[in-house]
């Protein structure tokens, strides 16, 4: 069982999400902590103690932010509720800032193993592009800093970008490889609706990819982090054997986990929660019911399905066909089949290596 902790506040305007009305000059940190761990309470309430904990995963605007003495009481109520498996994995994300930074000792301390970094791209023209405040060098030595506290660490880039030659992107990936993390996050950029790229786009601004050339710099990538030690285990993820992210597993797998906080999502019981997204609204609402869902809803036997299967048809492991059958349309399975895009194999179904480059279109013949 995983717990996902949403902080919902970012310090700077957001170019890649809708988090830009949750900018604050000003948190009261005493307030936000109490709300979390009520949050957090009603979850134990409604879901205790079935299985102890594998994963917590401190993410949203800006974590790094939050006072580590928050992130301690989180992770001991947490214990108390549910317990936690032998080797827990504590995650944070942080923005590789200075700043942020200098908390990574306190954050430490307070309990979290693993930090996840958005460092995206080793160009600082790049990071400009994208929108990110940091430079190459400042995020460089938050890396550093993180390495030097943190027992695990990951990072992500974002590649196949606007112009990005195949022999930039290998030297970035290689130079990447080099700092030596045992995993690492590849994205191929995409664009989002109501993003800032979404704009550019639809005004031309932003030119794209061919997708034969995005394809060719996904297989490179491949074939480059596997030699390296790191190969992928998801779509977009790379790890050293045992360092893939448990958190992340989780929900790949579609195992039960818990969302708190303003905007967390969750599934545990056969059921789907769906907290408030705004700030405002979810303290409100905590006050009125003593937890922040806007909506909980039943999920039925073929929705689970459905959602195993888009889930975990992005693994290499690949998933389970007992728990899909009847979430699979069986003519549209037989002609990914004979196009070798997927295949069966010891009562599973996995995305061969040209099917994981059209994910989206072969699980819409897959469906039922």
């Not at 693993?114 to 592009?129: H, K, N, P, T």
């Not at 786009?201 to 932003?206: C, R, S, V």
């Not at 969302?259 to 705004?278: D, I």
């Amino acid at each position: 069982m995983a717990l996902y902790v949403h902080w919902p506040f970012c310090v700077s305007k957001c170019p890649y999400c809708d988090f830009n009305s949750h900018v604050r000059e000003a948190v009261d940190q005493e307030v936000w902590r109490d709300a979390l761990l009520r949050d957090l309470a009603h979850e134990a309430r409604v879901y205790p103690g079935r299985a102890p904990l594998g994963s917590i995963f401190f993410g949203g605007g800006t974590p790094s932010l939050m006072p580590p003495e928050t992130v301690a009481a989180l992770i001991a109520a947490a214990e108390r509720h549910w317990g936690f498996a032998d080797g827990i994995e504590i995650t944070l994300e942080a923005n590789p800032s200075s700043v942020e930074a200098a908390r990574f000792a306190d954050l430490a301390a307070a309990g979290v193993n693993r930090v996840s970094l958005g460092l995206q791209a080793l160009d600082d023209e790049v990071l400009r592009f994208l929108g990110r405040a940091h430079g190459v060098a400042e995020g460089l030595a938050a890396l550093d800093t993180a390495q030097r506290v943190f027992e695990r660490v990951s990072f992500d880039l974002i590649y196949a970008r606007p112009g990005q030659s195949a022999d930039a992107w290998e030297a970035e990936l290689r130079r990447a490889l080099g700092f030596g993390t045992g995993h690492l996050s590849l994205y191929q950029l995409t664009i989002e609706p109501g993003t800032r790229f979404a704009a550019l786009a639809a005004k031309g601004e932003l030119p794209t990819l061919d997708p034969d050339e995005a394809a060719s710099l996904y297989e490179m990538t491949q074939a480059i982090t596997g030699t390296a030690g790191l190969p992928a285990y998801e779509v977009s993820n790379h790890a050293r054997p045992g360092e893939e992210s448990r958190h992340n597993l989780a929900y790949w797998r579609y195992n039960p986990y818990l969302g708190v906080g303003p905007g967390a999502h969750g599934r545990r019981g056969h059921a789907s929660t769906q907290r408030h997204k705004k700030p405002e609204n979810w303290l409100k609402a905590l006050g009125r019911n003593g937890h922040g869902i806007v909506e909980e809803a039943a999920l039925s036997a073929d929705d689970e399905a459905l959602e195993t299967l888009l889930m975990g048809i992005r693994l290499r492991e690949g998933v389970t066909l007992a728990r899909i059958e009847r979430a699979l349309d069986a003519k549209g399975l037989a002609r990914m089949e004979r196009q070798g895009f997927v295949e069966r194999r010891d009562g599973r179904l996995f995305a061969r290596s040209d099917g994981m480059l059209l994910l989206d279109g072969i699980l819409a013949e897959l469906a039922a």
